[in-house]
C-alpha cells in the first residue's frame, strides 16, 4: 500500500509540467504507473482512487494530448523527491 500524501502531489507535480510543455520522456508511463498504485485497495486514503481512475481514463483516451507536453530530455521534473504540502 502507497500513501497517496506521496503520489498524488507527484502527479500533481507532472501533470503541470506537462501542461506547460515541459514534460520529459517517460513522465506518461510513469503517470500510468502512479494511477495503478493509487488505484482502488492499494492505498491507505479513500480518496487516492478517486483521482487515480480519471487520470488513468484520460491518459487511455487523451494520450495525444499528453504527449504534446513532452518537450525536454528527463531532469527537473524527476531529480528531487516532492516534499509534503509543497505543491
Known sequence: MH???DGLPWSV???RALEAGTGEPGDIELLKQM???LGPGKTFCAHAPGAAMPLSSAIHYFRDEFERGITRPR???HADPIPVGSI
Request: proline fraction near 8%.
Open 3 to 5: 500513501p497517496c500524501r
Open 13 to 15: 507535480k507532472l501533470l
Open 35 to 37: 494511477a495503478r498504485d
Open 75 to 77: 531532469g527537473e521534473a
